[in-house]
């Protein structure tokens, strides 16, 4: 079974719109090789419309122009990339195509066929309905530290918890928590009479 793996540049108070308007300050080499092992190990990158019309009007031509990113667009560039729309696209970068049917059906079909890692970078809206699904195995977070304060937050509003555990963390010279979680089973019920015995004890002596 394929693993698919989303990253997400996302604000102390949960933004993850616009990243390109603030999480710049932060990119950092620490940064760099957690973005490259996110999305360059996977042979196959899932979009939504608007993430993947942004990548596609600039690494298509980083590519062209040979400079110090070319190696990554190229990277990008041979991956199999599959853009989740309700509209019909048309393509001009390489080795795009659009996901056909219902989108927890068509993905559920890509983990359970032949390939290697599935990631997606950004697209909101999908990472929301994987996750939700269950169909996400991990969710890295570079959580950068400043407050947006507007924007699109990751988790919208819902009916249903979505549990999860942290596998992995750590921190970047800049300030940047890399946050990795794996679903988790749900919580048992408890209230504060399970809690209290937590609570720090007076000292007896």
């Given at each position: 079974?394929?693993?698919?793996?989303?990253g997400?540049?996302?604000?102390?108070?949960?933004?993850?719109?616009?990243?390109?308007?603030?999480?710049?300050?932060?990119?950092?080499?620490?940064?760099?090789?957690?973005?490259g092992?996110?999305?360059?190990?996977?042979?196959?990158?899932?979009?939504?419309?608007?993430?993947?019309?942004?990548?596609?009007?600039?690494w298509?031509?980083?590519?062209?122009?040979?400079?110090?990113?070319?190696?990554f667009?190229?990277?990008?560039?041979?991956?199999?990339k599959i853009?989740?729309?309700?509209?019909?696209?048309e393509?001009?970068?390489?080795?795009?195509e659009?996901?056909?049917?219902?989108?927890?059906?068509?993905?559920?079909?890509?983990k359970?066929g032949p390939?290697?890692?599935?990631?997606?970078?950004?697209?909101?809206?999908?990472v929301?309905?994987?996750?939700?699904?269950?169909?996400?195995?991990?969710?890295?977070?570079?959580?950068?530290?400043?407050?947006?304060?507007?924007?699109?937050?990751?988790?919208?509003?819902?009916d249903?918890?979505i549990?999860l555990?942290l596998?992995?963390?750590q921190a970047?010279?800049?300030g940047?928590?890399?946050?990795?979680?794996?679903?988790?089973?749900?919580a048992?019920?408890?209230?504060?009479?399970d809690?209290?015995p937590?609570?720090?004890?007076?000292d007896?002596?």
């Amino acid at each position: 079974m394929r693993k698919i793996t989303a990253g997400l540049f996302i604000s102390l108070d949960g933004v993850v719109e616009a990243p390109d308007q603030w999480h710049f300050p932060y990119f950092n080499d620490e940064m760099g090789a957690a973005v490259g092992e996110m999305l360059g190990t996977a042979d196959t990158v899932l979009f939504g419309r608007r993430t993947y019309e942004s990548f596609a009007g600039a690494w298509p031509e980083r590519e062209a122009a040979g400079g110090e990113d070319a190696g990554f667009a190229k990277t990008l560039g041979d991956q199999r990339k599959i853009v989740a729309s309700s509209r019909k696209l048309e393509f001009t970068w390489r080795n795009s195509e659009q996901l056909e049917g219902d989108l927890v059906e068509a993905v559920t079909a890509l983990k359970n066929g032949p390939g290697g890692d599935i990631a997606l970078s950004g697209s909101i809206s999908v990472v929301r309905q994987l996750l939700a699904a269950g169909l996400l195995d991990e969710l890295h977070l570079l959580v950068h530290p400043l407050a947006v304060r507007k924007g699109m937050r990751l988790f919208d509003e819902g009916d249903t918890a979505i549990p999860l555990r942290l596998t992995s963390s750590q921190a970047f010279r800049t300030g940047v928590l890399h946050l990795v979680y794996a679903p988790a089973e749900r919580a048992d019920e408890a209230d504060y009479d399970d809690a209290k015995p937590h609570l720090p004890q007076e000292d007896q002596r």
